[in-house]
């Protein structure tokens, strides 16, 4: 409810007579609103992560799991954005652990994506691991942060993002690294759509 119809809008009644549960039984579950919305968001982000472990189960090495990784975080982008807007907006103590936790795991995940294409040989050695990660994580946190999609169009946004993403990645490609992106780049990011469109 929160994700589809925004955190400002979603009332604790609504959410009691969503569950059929009375009111006071999801206070004494959650307490307020703000841990409640905290919960919901991070279940929301824990499932996200999920779906980019199953989706890219089917890889064929560690180059094309983060390309569908990061297939999966511009996708949904524009939902990211507007729930980080609103959070920010409205409960701003939740916007901030969120923030933390979610900074975090971003950046352990990139790290593990990185050391596993730095690994299998497809980035270059010479690259500064520690510049990549903060490059692509500052790349992924723009993404998912935009403000801009309530002014644009999301699919022309969410399709300029991905170009940019795999032009840089494909910089620090050796030449089997290079091989991945050109064989994967069409069935990953050549008809890209955003979330909202599906």
């Known amino acids: 409810m929160f994700v589809t119809q925004g955190v400002k809008a979603v009332r604790m009644d609504d959410i009691a007579q969503e569950l059929s549960i009375s009111k006071r039984t999801l206070y004494e579950l959650f307490g307020d ?6 919960q919901s968001i991070l279940h929301f982000l824990v499932k996200g992560q999920q779906r980019r472990v199953e989706n890219s189960q089917s890889a064929e090495n560690s180059l094309e799991v983060m390309l ?5 975080m511009i996708v949904y982008a524009p939902i990211s954005g507007r729930i980080r807007a609103n959070l920010k907006r409205f ?10 936790d979610t900074k975090a795991n971003s950046k352990e995940d990139l790290r593990r994506w990185v050391k596993g294409c730095v690994a299998s040989g497809y980035f270059t050695v010479t ?3 520690d510049l990549v990660i903060r490059v692509l994580q500052d ?17 022309h946004v969410v399709s300029r993002i991905a170009y940019a993403l795999v032009i840089f990645i494909r910089g620090l490609c050796t030449q089997s690294g290079i091989e ?9 990011f050549g008809n890209i759509t955003s979330i909202d469109t599906l």
């Open 127 to 129: 690259a500064d691991s």
């Open 180 to 188: 991945v992106i050109d064989r994967c780049f069409d069935k990953y």
């Open 139 to 155: 790349s992924v946190h723009g993404i998912v942060h935009m403000d801009l999609y309530d002014k644009m169009d999301s699919v």
């Open 33 to 38: 609103k703000e841990e409640l919305l905290y």
């Open 68 to 72: 569908i990784c990061l297939r999966d």
């Open 91 to 100: 409960y701003p103590k939740v916007f901030e652990r969120l923030e933390g």
